[in-house]
């Protein structure tokens, strides 16, 4: 069970993250771009879970 909250934690953080990104930067053209944004959502490292 632990297991199954970490990996919905992880993968919400990281979604939420690019996500959140993605909106402030205003879209492809905005502030981050498209690198930016992929570096963002790469930039939550997923742990060991248990």
Same mark, same amino acid.
């Given at each position: 069970?632990?297991?199954?909250?970490?990996?919905?934690i992880g993968?919400?953080?990281?979604v939420f993250?690019?996500? *959140?990104?993605?909106? !402030? @930067?205003?879209?492809?053209?905005? #502030?981050? *771009?498209?690198?930016? !944004? @992929?570096?963002?959502?790469?930039? #939550?490292?997923?742990?060991?879970?248990?």
């Open positions: 069970m632990k297991k199954v909250l970490a990996e919905f993968t919400f953080v990281r993250f690019s996500c *959140g990104a993605a909106a !402030i @930067s205003g879209g492809i053209e905005g #502030v981050l *771009g498209v690198l930016g !944004i @992929s570096l963002t959502g790469t930039s #939550v490292k997923p742990g060991k879970a248990g």
